[in-house]
T-cell receptor, first 113, second 114 residues
Framework: NAGVTQTPKFQVLKTGQSMTLQCAQDMNHNSMYWYRQDPGMGLRLIYYSASEGTTDKGEVPNGYNVSRLNKREFSLRLESAAPSQTSVYFCASLRGVGYNEQFFGPGTRLTVL | SQKIEQNSEALNIQEGKTATLTCNYT??????LQWYRQDPGRGPVFLLL?????KEKRKERLKVTFDTTLKQSLFHITASQPADSATYLCALDSLSGGYNKLIFGAGTRLAVHP
């Protein structure tokens, strides 16, 4: 099992450009999450999907959109990137209600110039 | 608002000693508390979970305590090794609408020296 995979690993954008970060898991997990991690701050939840077909806002959703394409895939879209969105983005999955351990992907390092 | 504090300064210890990391929280009553390990350039990896009605949890060389009165968790690594060097994150877990969400601390970097 590959676990949680993310693409791309690195990306540089100019202000105003758009892009989609991809995440996939092969563990048949129900819930998936997108976090951002900034220096000196904890991981902050952007959006999550409790199950296929549902998505909800987390702590810092502004400037982002998500799509739960199917049970395996959960993508994060930046429609008009801003320098404040420079960060490392992590996707995570969780088996479902009653389970607590989150499995994280390797991250995408995004720089917005 | 909910706040989690971990010591932002790196903890430097000698190999073989016990490392103790602290996680304090305010304005919050978590159902669970989790500890994760994060190596540079990688995603966090789950280590241990302790529930609000548990005082202590052990796994091999790891021990976690949870004091809901003090609003504090301590994370211990006994007989530490250089391979234990990493950043350790604590996360509070509460059920919200039936779905688990985590609130993370900024992490404490541990360096174990030979």
């Amino acid at each position: 099992n590959a676990g949680v995979t993310q693409t791309p690993k690195f990306q540089v954008l100019k202000t105003g450009q758009s892009m989609t970060l991809q995440c996939a898991q092969d563990m048949n997990h129900n819930s998936m999450y997108w976090y951002r991690q900034d220096p000196g701050m904890g991981l902050r939840l952007i959006y999550y999907s409790a199950s296929e077909g549902t998505t909800d806002k987390g702590e810092v959703p502004n400037g982002y959109n998500v799509s739960r394409l199917n049970k395996r895939e959960f993508s994060l879209r930046l429609e008009s990137a801003a320098p404040s969105q420079t960060s490392v983005y992590f996707c995570a999955s969780l088996r479902g209600v009653g389970y607590n351990e989150q499995f994280f992907g390797p991250g995408t390092r995004l720089t917005v110039l | 608002s909910q706040k989690i504090e971990q010591n932002s300064e790196a903890l430097n210890i000698q190999e073989g000693k016990t490392a103790t990391l602290t996680c304090n929280y305010t304005n919050y009553s978590p159902a669970y508390l989790q500890w994760y390990r994060q190596d540079p350039g990688r995603g966090p990896v789950f280590l241990l979970l302790i529930r609000e009605n548990e005082k202590e949890k052990r796994k091999e060389r790891l021990k976690v305590t949870f004091d809901t009165t003090l609003k504090q968790s301590l994370f211990h690594i006994t007989a530490s090794q250089p391979a234990d060097s990493a950043t350790y994150l604590c996360a509070l877990d509460s059920l919200s609408g039936g779905y688990n969400k985590l609130i993370f601390g900024a992490g404490t970097r541990l360096a174990v020296h030979p």
